[in-house]
């Protein structure tokens, strides 16, 4: 296990180095850049000299080819600097990141426990009594939460809450450590909507293996020995049934970051996502490169996680 786990490890250097690319390439493909935003701030974007553009561009190392630019940012990653702020110069790490992490990973763990506490129960039931009224609610359900998207979702819970009910959830952020109540219920509305619209996949992948785990031997022989359905369902199938779970957890751990940034733009949460929007309406190129950085570290070691996690659930996979 100890080999396997630092091959992995290994093994995410070129991925990184391969998204550094992509990550650093594709922001710079965006429309104009941060020199015209700071010429639009001072007023001088129309009438603006080569000259003081010019200074702007050395100031802020634009002045160099791309390639030297990402030679620079590398060399800075090497050191494990993700560098500072084209606008204020502060460092991005340590002043952008690190105070919008906790926001961002409350907001997705409250998401992933909606989503698990409610597509793993239904998704189990609707197995178990396959083609009832109560199996066809739920997939039904399921589809609906598979179809309808997370904008239009936050939107409509924004707009109706106040249209019907003259209630608004609260828009000023509450740090836990200061008022747990009052900082559960402000999150509680936004991790709903994106808990239970990630559950509807997981509810018809839960469904679909408890299905077919159900109808192996040795569950066959379960029931033949007259154990309870809690035993056999909870003790010899379930197990089983989660493996594809899990694995698409881990392959929900970018789509949940995204349904965050939209989610903490609707509800006015200050954490990584709003950060990326603000950051990309400026051409912060330096905050969004490395943002998507530790996103996609995320993403390589939540799935490493999640491979480990298989070793658990079934007793066969051994890693050499």
């Given at each position: 296990?100890?080999?396997?786990?630092?091959?992995?490890?290994?093994?995410?250097?070129?991925?990184?180095?391969?998204?550094?690319?992509?990550?650093?390439?594709?922001?710079?493909?965006?429309?104009?850049?941060?020199?015209?935003?700071?010429?639009?701030?001072?007023?001088?974007?129309?009438?603006?000299?080569?000259?003081?553009?010019?200074?702007?561009?050395?100031?802020?190392?634009?002045?160099?080819?791309?390639?030297?630019?990402?030679?620079?940012?590398?060399?800075?990653?090497?050191?494990?600097?993700?560098?500072?702020?084209?606008?204020?110069?502060?460092?991005?790490?340590?002043?952008?990141?690190?105070?919008?992490?906790?926001?961002?990973?409350?907001?997705?763990?409250?998401?992933?426990?909606?989503?698990?506490?409610?597509?793993?129960?239904?998704?189990?039931?609707?197995?178990i009594r396959?083609?009832?009224?109560?199996?066809?609610?739920?997939?039904?359900?399921?589809?609906?939460?598979?179809?309808?998207?997370?904008?239009?979702?936050?939107?409509?819970?924004?707009?109706?809450?106040?249209?019907?009910?003259?209630?608004?959830?609260?828009?000023?952020?509450?740090?836990?450590?200061?008022?747990?109540?009052?900082?559960?219920?402000?999150?509680?509305?936004?991790?709903?909507?994106?808990?239970?619209?990630?559950?509807?996949?997981?509810?018809?992948?839960?469904?679909?293996?408890?299905?077919?785990?159900?109808r192996?031997?040795?569950?066959?022989?379960?029931?033949?020995?007259?154990?309870?359905?809690?035993?056999?369902?909870?003790r010899?199938?379930?197990?089983?049934?989660?493996?594809?779970?899990?694995?698409?957890?881990?392959?929900?751990?970018?789509?949940?970051?995204?349904?965050?940034?939209?989610?903490?733009?609707?509800?006015?949460?200050?954490?990584?996502?709003?950060?990326?929007?603000?950051?990309?309406?400026?051409?912060?190129?330096?905050?969004?490169?490395?943002?998507?950085?530790?996103?996609?570290?995320?993403?390589?070691?939540?799935?490493?996680?999640?491979?480990?996690?298989?070793?658990y659930?079934?007793?066969r996979?051994?890693?050499?």
């Amino acid at each position: 296990m100890g080999n396997y786990i630092i091959r992995r490890l290994l093994l995410l250097i070129p991925t990184l180095l391969i998204v550094t690319v992509i990550v650093f390439a594709t922001v710079r493909l965006i429309p104009g850049d941060a020199v015209d935003v700071l010429m639009a701030q001072t007023g001088g974007g129309g009438g603006a000299t080569e000259e003081s553009r010019a200074r702007l561009q050395e100031m802020l190392g634009l002045d160099v080819p791309v390639h030297v630019q990402y030679a620079r940012w590398l060399w800075d990653l090497a050191r494990g600097d993700l560098g500072g702020s084209l606008f204020s110069g502060e460092p991005v790490w340590s002043a952008f990141i690190v105070p919008r992490i906790p926001v961002t990973l409350e907001l997705s763990l409250m998401a992933m426990a909606v989503a698990l506490l409610t597509s793993v129960p239904v998704g189990v039931y609707s197995a178990i009594r396959q083609d009832t009224v109560g199996d066809y609610l739920g997939r039904g359900v399921s589809i609906v939460f598979i179809s309808v998207p997370v904008f239009w979702t936050a939107t409509m819970v924004m707009i109706y809450s106040q249209v019907l009910f003259r209630w608004t959830p609260r828009m000023e952020y509450i740090p836990i450590g200061e008022d747990l109540p009052q900082n559960l219920l402000m999150f509680g509305v936004p991790a709903l909507i994106l808990g239970l619209l990630l559950s509807g996949t997981l509810m018809r992948l839960t469904r679909s293996m408890m299905l077919e785990v159900l109808r192996q031997d040795y569950v066959r022989t379960a029931w033949a020995k007259g154990l309870r359905e809690r035993v056999v369902i909870i003790r010899h199938a379930l197990k089983n049934a989660l493996i594809p779970v899990v694995t698409m957890i881990g392959l929900n751990v970018p789509y949940l970051i995204g349904g965050a940034v939209v989610v903490e733009q609707v509800f006015n949460l200050p954490g990584v996502g709003r950060l990326v929007v603000s950051s990309l309406l400026n051409r912060d190129y330096t905050i969004v490169s490395g943002v998507n950085l530790v996103v996609a570290c995320t993403v390589l070691l939540v799935n490493l996680a999640v491979d480990l996690i298989y070793a658990y659930l079934d007793p066969r996979i051994r890693y050499e």
